[in-house]
């Protein structure tokens, strides 16, 4: 039971390349998220979705687009990458939001320079 | 929009003391969460609490809620300083979004 995977763990890009962070469960949860980790802000909701077929946005989801194909899958796509998307971005999951916590993924380091 | 706010923000104890991690929301949620980040690592969870009165005990640290008051705390008794680590707590709002505070960095020293 490998919980949630992300890859890549570190990814450097040039201001405008665009890229997509991966996110895999396996507990078939419905409840999939994507966060982004600043210092000193805690972390900060970009995306979620409750099942397969539907997502909404978060605080913070300008730059970024999602989709839910699967119940296991939810990627993170940034569009033209921008300095002020470094950052350490989590994906996490729930069986039941609200009555279960998160189980979150390993994070990716990203740096837009 | 909910607002999470944990204080401190940095907290410098030594072995042996006890503590208390405030944590005050701003908008009504019967559902908060407590978790453990060490650096360079993932956020694990530590308790889930979910109404009003809620304690949970886990150890050195117990975790408690007063939706009323729309405060939770995290007490430390007696640290040792495998406590050393980033404390986040959060909030679950109606509108399927979890707000988290910004962190309590620990460290307990010698």
């Known amino acids: 039971n490998a919980g949630v995977t992300q890859t890549p763990k570190f990814q450097v890009l040039k201001t405008g390349q665009s890229m997509t962070l991966q996110c895999a469960q396996d507990?078939?949860?419905?409840?999939m998220s994507w966060y982004r980790q600043d210092p000193g802000m805690g972390l900060r909701l970009i995306h979620y979705?409750?099942?397969?077929?539907?997502?909404d946005q978060g605080e913070v989801p300008n730059g970024y687009n999602v989709s839910r194909s699967t119940t296991e899958d939810f990627p993170l796509r940034l569009l033209s990458a921008a300095p002020s998307q470094t950052s350490v971005y989590f994906c996490?999951?729930?069986?039941?939001?609200?009555?279960?916590?998160?189980?979150f993924g390993n994070g990716t380091r990203l740096t837009v320079t | 929009e909910l607002k999470v706010e944990q204080n401190p923000l940095f907290l410098s104890m030594q072995e042996g003391k006890n503590y208390t991690i405030y944590c005050n929301y701003s908008?009504?949620?019967?559902?908060l969460y407590w978790y453990r980040q060490d650096p360079g690592k993932s956020l694990e969870s530590l308790f889930v609490?979910?109404?009003?009165?809620a304690v949970k005990q886990e150890g050195r640290l117990m975790a408690s809620l007063d939706t009323k008051a729309r405060l939770s705390t995290l007490h430390i008794t007696a640290a040792v300083h495998d406590l050393s680590a980033t404390y986040f707590c959060?909030?679950?709002?109606?509108?399927?979004?979890?707000?988290f505070g910004t962190g309590t960095s620990l460290t307990v020293i010698p």
């Open positions: 609490l979910l109404s009003n009165g």
């Open positions: 996490a999951s729930s069986n039941d939001r609200g009555y279960s916590p998160l189980h």
């Open positions: 959060a909030v679950d709002s109606p509108g399927n979004q979890f707000y």
């Open positions: 507990m078939n949860h419905e409840y």
């Open positions: 908008t009504t949620s019967d559902r």
């Open positions: 979705s409750v099942g397969a077929g539907i997502t």
